[in-house]
């Protein structure tokens, strides 16, 4: 089992629906969580961190469910711009090494 | 504006040569990272270094080396480049006080070996 899986979509979605993407992870010691965005040949940006008691940003809401080991990242009243691939990422043990989920591919269409 | 560079951009090279990918930030982050992305893998950690002259093995680290003679740079070399290491490599840095830092990437370096 991989460390971080991803359902890789692609997720088809007209303009305005309401996504939401699960990333499960096998360590129940990791400590910290984060969603990245990924736009084509881009570099990966930070979305958001992912706090136990979840949290939100504007069209953009994650969460993190402990006992069953995942994190989902939420996006309401998507727009054309939101087109991209969401990573997560989850930090495992001492230091500051991140393990990546594989992705998942949003195509927001008119 | 402090950032991350990465140099080249795009590189084609034959099999067996050594090849050198370049790295440097200027916010003066303790924690730098190498990461290779392929379709189908993500991205998968190669080394990753916490201070100067601190270097740690990744989940891929066969066939590659990095040192860190300063806070800047963390140059990434494949000793003898395969086509197996064909790929985009991406270097990350983060500012190392919190589990929470967020890590920031350069715009990656795409690395054909013929």
């Known amino acids: 089992r991989k460390e971080v899986e991803q359902d890789p979509g692609p997720f088809n979605v007209p303009e305005g629906a309401t996504v939401a993407f699960n990333c499960t992870y096998s360590?129940?010691?990791?400590?910290?969580f984060f969603w990245y965005r990924q736009d084509c040949r881009k570099e990966p940006k930070l979305l958001m961190s992912v706090y136990s008691s979840g949290n939100e940003d504007g069209r953009f809401t994650a969460q993190l469910n402990r006992a069953s080991q995942y994190i989902s990242l939420l996006i309401r009243d998507s727009k054309l711009s939101d087109s991209a691939t969401y990573l997560c990422a989850v930090l495992t043990g001492g230091g500051n090494k991140l393990t990546f989920g594989t992705g998942t591919q949003l195509k927001v269409e008119l | 504006d402090a950032e991350i560079t990465q140099s080249p951009r795009h590189k084609i090279t034959e099999t067996g040569r050594q090849v050198t990918l370049a790295c440097h930030q200027t916010w003066n982050h303790n924690n730098m990272f190498w990461y290779r992305q392929d379709l189908g893998h993500g991205l998968r950690l190669i080394h990753y270094?916490?201070?100067?002259?601190?270097?740690n093995k990744g989940e891929v680290s066969d066939g590659y080396s990095v040192s860190r003679s300063n806070t800047e740079d963390l140059p990434l070399t494949l000793e003898s480049a395969a086509s197996s290491q064909t790929s985009v490599y991406f270097c990350a840095s983060s500012e190392g006080g919190s589990a929470r830092d967020e890590q920031f990437f350069g715009p990656g370096t795409r690395l054909t070996v013929l």
């Open positions: 360590n129940s010691a990791s400590q910290s």
């Open positions: 270094s916490y201070g100067v002259q601190d270097t």
